[in-house]
């Protein structure tokens, strides 16, 4: 079995920052590209950005420039600084990986249960 599991989410004000950590773990023979995605009320989930195995990075526009995504391999983590965080930027954050375990023909896709992050004065 797999599981991701993330942690940092939290009450910000606006401007302010915050560091989203996620570690899959589990029967892992290897993850390929990781990412965040994010869930405001009443919308869709949307990618925020991703990151593969050789570590190139792709972001959404509103999150260029203010948020770096990052991956620690040996570790099986990802990371999400969020800085100049906005009201807007309130959502669940759901971090996402590609993973293989011993055995599979293919990559599957996996979720965590999200972190909530609320911006707000």
């Known amino acids: 079995q797999v599981q991701v599991a993330e942690s940092g989410g939290g009450l910000v004000q606006p401007g302010g920052s915050l560091r989203l950590s996620c570690v899959v773990s589990g029967n892992i023979f290897s993850i390929y590209t990781m990412g965040w995605y994010r869930q405001a009320p009443g919308k869709e989930r949307e990618l925020v950005a991703v990151?593969?195995?050789?570590?190139?990075?792709q972001y959404e526009e509103f999150a260029k420039g203010r948020f770096t995504i990052s991956r620690d391999s040996a570790k099986n983590m990802v990371n999400l600084q969020m800085n100049r965080l906005k009201p807007e930027d309130t959502a669940i954050y759901y971090c996402?990986?590609?993973?293989?375990?011993?055995?599979?023909?293919?990559?599957?896709?996996?979720w965590g249960q999200g972190t909530r992050v609320t911006v707000s004065s």
């Open positions: 996402n990986a590609d993973v293989a375990q011993p055995g599979d023909d293919d990559a599957y896709n996996y």
């Open positions: 990151i593969t195995s050789i570590g190139t990075t």
